[in-house]
């Protein structure tokens, strides 16, 4: 693969989670999901790759639709025509 942007997405998604927080403590929306305040948090400051069934609980904890954490300002279709060359 000539360039993985994983890092980058993950910082992007990282950043549209603190967005949609905004002043909801990770503390409550924890106390509406299977997930802890520290994990949350670890999420939303990309200190760990996290699973999935951890960003659909923060979703459900937001109450939110788990898309929603994913609606970020990448190119995937420039992306993807760079790894093909194209």
Do not use: W
């Amino acid at each position: 693969m000539k360039d993985n942007k994983t890092e980058e997405i993950k910082t992007l998604i990282a950043g549209r989670l603190k967005q949609i927080k905004g002043d909801i403590s990770y503390n409550e929306i924890s106390g509406k999901c299977h997930t802890t305040a520290a994990r949350i948090s670890d999420v939303a400051n990309n200190n760990i790759d996290c699973q999935l069934t951890t960003l659909i609980d923060i979703a459900i904890g937001l109450r939110i639709h788990p898309k929603d954490l994913f609606n970020i300002d990448f190119d995937f279709k420039k992306f993807y025509q760079d790894l093909d060359g194209k």
